[in-house]
């Protein structure tokens, strides 16, 4: 990765030179530099589908049966999360083509409060919430590669931060370095993930073939009529499908955006809501509710009722769930740094471009004190 002053340029610095090379597009009206446009619409479904389909699928998506109390509810619960969730994602696609700035909340709030709010959630977002994420999503991705050479003991504390210290390394470093790289391994981690749920539906689809119905009978028997239980399933629900506004923290970077960012929300939203039905739904086909709220990987559970030997498979499935989460949260997260640099907020430096790469080098290079999250987690 460079790192020498030379490989970094201002926008305005680089304006020239990287237009001539016609790497970037300039806006004439201001003199800014936009980062080449080199996402299209599968890449822009694969970052959406990436940040969503996470390990928390596959771990423990256990709130909503806990409050709900039954399956058909917890279905039902499902099923209108994804259209609030929907709704959410469609106001996001209009707030991507009106304000079409990288950013995403960051640009949004800056746009519509000024400059303090915006400047309040920047640091905020920068110092607390983002390297945390990246943390425990590295330590999710670290236990489960680690695993397996634990069977019958504790894993240690220092092997599982040093793999997430290492993973996190590795993917910044990719960032940095090639762009078209790390979209490209984005792809594919995409449909290993739609393939693992698949696989996951695929299964539940042929155990209840066989008659294996019985968690449905009298599926809505038991509802909770609680309102506070009812919204807490709701909460437990559209966290799960968070990240639909991730697109929107590189839409400078997204080939004809107006276009790609309604369509990639089109696409992906329905999806997400039907794998995460049907997922449950073979969930609940092998284990009663109470064992599933008992589980804390409910894909390794699920697989050892099921898939006897071959249950070993869901950890590793786990594992690349959780590692291309972690890659689009540290490339996106990274864009919003450098948008929120060049507008002043932070650090003049961090609004500097790789010139080689054009990639957001200085932001990506910040970002690593997540490992300081990773170093004195528990």
């Known amino acids: 990765m460079p790192s020498t002053t030379k490989d970094l340029a201002s926008p305005t610095e680089m ?20 980062m080449k446009k080199h996402m299209g619409l599968l890449e822009g479904v694969a970052i959406i589908l990436g940040i969503i389909f996470g390990s928390g699928i596959f771990i423990s998506p256990k709130g909503i049966i806990e409050e709900t109390n039954s399956v058909g509810l917890s279905l039902v619960v499902w099923v209108l999360c994804g259209l609030l969730s929907m709704i959410g994602a469609l106001c996001y696609a209009e707030l991507g083509t009106s304000i079409p700035k990288s950013g995403g909340d960051y640009a949004y709030i800056n746009e519509a409060f ?10 905020a977002a920068n110092i607390i919430f983002v390297p945390t994420t990246n943390a425990i999503m590295g330590l999710t991705f670290a236990k489960y590669v680690i695993q397996p050479f634990f069977p019958q003991c504790t894993m240690p504390d220092f092997g599982v931060r040093l793999v ?24 594919v981690f995409m449909f290993c993930k739609i393939g693992a749920l698949v696989l996951i539906i695929i299964i539940g689809v042929v155990w209840m ?20 239980k009812i919204a807490k399933a709701f909460y437990s629900g559209i966290f799960t499908y968070s990240g639909w506004n991730y697109l929107n923290f590189m839409t400078e970077e997204l080939k004809n955006p107006f276009v790609n960012l309604p369509r990639a929300i089109f696409i992906s939203l329905p999806l997400v809501t039907g794998i995460y039905v049907l997922a449950n739904m073979a969930y609940l086909s092998a284990l009663t509710p109470d064992e599933l709220l008992s589980s804390d990987a409910i894909a390794v559970t699920f697989g050892n009722a099921i898939l006897g030997k ?9 594992a690349i769930s959780a590692f291309g989460g972690l890659s689009v949260h540290i490339m996106t997260s990274s864009r919003m740094l450098y948008v929120g640099a060049r507008n002043g907020h932070f650090p003049v430096m961090l609004g500097h471009l790789n ?24």
């Open 355 to 378: 010139i080689k790469n054009l990639t957001p080098l200085p932001s990506l290079i910040f970002l690593i004190n997540q490992l300081l999250y990773v170093r004195n987690s528990s």
């Open 114 to 123: 000024g400059a303090l709010p915006s400047f309040l959630y920047l640091w």
């Open 15 to 34: 304006k020239l030179t990287s237009a001539m090379n016609g790497e970037i597009d300039t806006d004439t009206d201001n003199g800014k530099v936009k």
């Open 209 to 228: 073939s066989f008659g294996n119905v019985d968690h449905f009978q009298n599926s809505f028997a038991d509802s909770t009529t609680n309102p506070g």
């Open 310 to 318: 071959f249950a070993a498979i869901l950890p590793i499935m786990v």
């Open 164 to 187: 997430a210290a290492c993973i996190i390394c590795f993917l910044s470093f990719l960032n940095g370095f090639n762009v078209k790289a790390t979209v490209r391994l984005q792809n």
